[in-house]
Nanobody, 123 residues
Framework: QVQLVDSGGGLVQAGGSLRLSCAAS????????LGWFRQAPGQEREFVGA????????SYADSVKGRFTISRDNAKNTVYLQMNSLKPEDTAVYYC????????????????WGQGTQVTVSS
């Protein structure tokens, strides 16, 4: 069982930055991958990026590649989503999620979810 708590969202101007955090309560995440998804009003939830806990390998959606970076802090059992050069189209509720083993871009493969944090980018 993994419990996830998202935080760090807010209002930022276009071109600005935000860092989201996802704190995981679990004895060990060594066998897990942590993903970030987002959902804008009226749209389906979409994959943003993910990281394998053991190796720290990351993958990103094309729409955020080069602007967003995912990292992890083993000591704090926390995953971060650093978002730079934000655009109005990045506005959404952002969720972190966990699944065993390998990364997936499919949200239905993730068993554990945070509550979400709102990111609003003004133009």
């Amino acid at each position: 069982q993994v419990q996830l708590v998202d935080s760090g969202g807010g209002l930022v101007q276009a071109g600005g930055s935000l860092r989201l955090s996802c704190a995981a309560s679990s004895r060990t995440l060594i066998n897990y991958s942590l993903g970030w998804f987002r959902q804008a009003p009226g749209q389906e939830r979409e994959f943003v990026g993910a990281i394998t806990w053991a190796a720290g390998r990351t993958s990103y959606a094309d729409s955020v590649k080069g602007r967003f970076t995912i990292s992890r802090d083993n000591a704090k059992n926390t995953v971060y989503l650093q978002m730079n050069s934000l655009k109005p189209e990045d506005t959404a509720v952002y969720y972190c999620a966990a699944k065993v083993y390998s990364v997936s871009t499919r949200d239905w493969m993730y068993a554990y979810w945070g509550q979400g944090t709102q990111v609003t980018v003004s133009s």
